[in-house]
């Protein structure tokens, strides 16, 4: 079955930098578009990033491009996002996602705070 396990968040200060990495199995990985998305408390769900299966095309919301970088290894089925420049309005939990067959699978979520 199709796992996602997101890792990599924690609190860190304004101005600093995160790693997340999203390990995924149980599909052909190499062969779909990933997504990255965030909730912030009291707020909707909204898309971050995407990246294309080969990795070819990338995408970012307003709010996080130029700060914020989608990668892929496909090699080891883990999709990255690399946080630079972090705000406290960048804290959320951010969840992995993919669309297979008709059907949007989430990871668990990993909690980024953004606090001095």
């Known amino acids: 079955q199709v796992q996602l396990v997101e890792s990599g968040g924690g609190l860190v200060q304004p101005g600093g930098s995160l790693r997340l990495s999203c390990a995924a199995s149980?599909?052909?990985?190499?062969?779909?578009?990933m997504s990255w998305y965030r909730q912030a408390p009291g707020k909707e769900r909204e898309l971050v990033a995407t990246?294309?299966?080969?990795?070819?095309?990338?995408n970012y919301a307003a709010s996080v491009k130029g700060r914020f970088t989608i990668s892929r290894d496909n090699a080891k089925n883990t999709v990255y996002l690399q946080m630079n420049s972090l705000k406290p309005e960048d804290t959320a939990v951010y969840y992995c996602?993919?669309?297979?067959?008709?059907?949007?699978?989430w990871g668990q979520g990993t909690q980024v705070a953004v606090s001095s």
């Open positions: 996602n993919v669309a297979r067959l008709g059907r949007t699978f």
């Open positions: 149980g599909f052909s990985f190499s062969s779909y578009t």
């Open positions: 990246i294309t299966s080969a990795g070819g095309t990338t």
